[in-house]
């Protein structure tokens, strides 16, 4: 005769084994998915995009360029994913104009690296900030923001500053267009064209010398180089997310 007890137990045992497997594989799985989720949101690792920004041509009509270097503290803070800093030089004239493009695939972390807060930030000082407008040479035309700053401990150091900032292939001139809960979510596909670029092209004002002439060949320069910045990056599919 079949020992009764033992048959209930083996029962009551097949009942509870396949549940706590279930439930322990839940729990295994989503303490993975945790750690997952927690490396990607705080994650450093770059987001490539298909060509680095150093395949941008260093010549530039008759600017030439040469590569520059930001100190690792700078590119901790700004925490993009490629940049590129150049100076250029039109031999003839003997003019020079930086320029610096950041690419950020988490478009949050170029909140605090934008004009208004990093000059200020290392000793110069903003003054009034102009929005204008450029036409290339194909008719359209792009906004962007110029300004031109001084430094505080040297007041004669003067820069002009001309800056926008490519937001998923259409250029735009505020940061708030990249500030909302949208941009501030973690890029946990890795999509490349979620993303904003900041370009800014800038020159030293000579000692003696008008800012609005420098502004001059900083907006020339602009216009030489926002095409081709334009196209460099990939544009983002209306309503996608990443």
Request: aromatic letters at 10%; hydrophobic letters at 40%; proline letters at 7%.
């Amino acid at each position: 005769m079949p020992n009764q007890t033992t048959d209930r137990n083996a029962v009551f045992d097949g009942r509870l084994v396949a549940p706590a497997l279930a439930a322990a594989l839940v729990i295994l799985i989503g303490g993975a998915s945790y750690r997952w989720l927690d490396h990607e949101i705080n994650s450093t690792e770059p987001i490539r995009l298909d060509r680095p920004l150093s395949d941008l041509p260093l010549n530039v009509g008759e600017w030439k360029g040469t590569e520059l270097q930001m100190s690792q503290r700078v590119l901790e803070v700004a925490g993009c994913d490629d940049y590129i800093y150049r100076r250029y030089t039109d031999d003839a004239s003997r003019r020079q104009i930086d320029l610096y493009v950041a690419y950020a695939a988490r478009p949050a972390k170029m909140l605090g690296h934008r004009p208004e807060v990093c000059y200020p930030t290392h000793g110069w000082t903003p003054g009034e900030v102009r929005k204008e407008s450029l036409t290339l040479d194909d008719g359209t035309t792009f906004e962007y923001l110029i300004r031109t700053v001084s430094h505080g401990e040297r007041p004669n150091e003067k820069m002009v500053v001309l800056n926008y900032y490519i937001l998923e292939g259409r250029i735009v001139t505020n940061w708030t267009d990249f500030w909302g809960p949208k941009y501030r979510m973690p890029n946990l596909s890795r999509d490349p064209s979620f993303y904003v670029a900041q370009t800014q092209v800038t020159a030293n004002v000579p000692i003696g010398m008008a800012p609005t002439t420098v502004e001059t060949w900083v907006k020339q320069f602009a216009v030489l180089t926002a095409r081709e910045l334009v196209a460099f990056f990939p544009k983002r599919a209306v309503g996608s997310e990443p």
